[in-house]
């Protein structure tokens, strides 16, 4: 949830009621995660008059190519010695990762049953 919240962010959806949607949060979880998120330096809070909006910050964004390049090393680790000629793109999000790692897990297994 966060990181989904802090990469539809970084997309430059900045309103709390287009992040909330985006990321299919009711309000109360949407409110703390981006409270987490900005106490942790992720995302900053941009007060204009009574809106508020939100914007992710550079730590943000090098947490975030930080995990994208941890998603392409287990990616092209679990992919060593398979039939895979060409790399498969990286997902967007750590929450993709486990559904990318486990579909080239169910392919692996269905090319050994079909060898059997």
């Known amino acids: 949830m966060y990181l989904n919240v802090l990469e539809t962010v970084d997309m430059g959806v900045d309103k709390p009621t287009n992040i909330m949607y985006k990321c299919n949060l009711s309000w109360v ?19 204009s008059g009574s809106k508020k909006t939100y914007e992710i ?14 998603v392409d090393v ?3 680790q679990r992919r060593k010695g398979t039939a895979f000629s060409e790399p498969r793109p ?18 692996d297994d269905s090319a050994e049953s079909d060898s059997s």
Do not use: C
């Open 29 to 47: 979880p949407m409110q703390e995660i981006l409270a987490l998120l900005i106490g942790k330096s992720l995302i900053r809070e941009v007060e």
């Open 57 to 70: 910050t550079e730590r943000g964004r090098d947490l975030l190519r930080y995990l994208g390049t941890v």
């Open 90 to 107: 990286r997902p967007p999000s750590i929450t993709r990762l486990r559904r990318d790692l486990l579909m080239v897990s169910q392919e």
């Open 74 to 76: 287990l990616a092209t």
